[in-house]
């Protein structure tokens, strides 16, 4: 089992920075892919970002290219979204997710929860106008 822990989130004006960060063990972490999702009030979970185990192929969604980035420290068992230029609309609980695969083959399959295997409970990011 493995259970990921979401830190790092809080509020920040619009146009500011933040970094979460996920810790993940009791897995072999650098096999698989992660990924950071999010939800808003009365919305479906959406995917924010995924990286491979290898940090060497990286997926966004639109919203977020150019202003977030993901990465991965794999001798920490760690995984980072670096946050810049917020908008209102990014205000959500971000979750981190371990991913069943160690790459995908495209943004596509990136953006299917159904192909992450474990979630952290999420950590709340509140972006002020």
């Known amino acids: 089992q493995v259970q990921p822990v979401e830190s790092g989130g809080g509020l920040v004006q619009a146009g500011g920075s933040l970094r979460l960060s996920c810790a993940a063990s009791?897995?072999?972490?650098?096999?698989?892919?992660m990924g950071w999702f999010r939800q808003a009030p009365g919305t479906e979970r959406e995917f924010v970002a995924a990286?491979?185990?290898?940090?060497?192929?990286?997926y966004y969604r639109d919203s977020v290219k150019g202003r977030f980035t993901i990465s991965r420290d794999n001798a920490k068992n760690a995984v980072y979204l670096q946050m810049n230029s917020f908008k209102p609309e990014d205000t959500a609980v971000y979750y981190c997710?371990?991913?069943?695969?160690?790459?995908?083959?495209?943004?596509?399959?990136?953006?299917?929860?159904?192909?992450?295997?474990?979630w952290g409970q999420g950590t709340q990011v509140t972006v002020s106008s």
């Open positions: 009791g897995r072999t972490f650098s096999s698989y892919a």
């Open positions: 990286i491979s185990w290898n940090g060497g192929t990286t």
């Open positions: 997710a371990v991913g069943a695969t160690p790459t995908y083959a495209s943004t596509t399959y990136a953006f299917n929860p159904a192909r992450y295997a474990y």
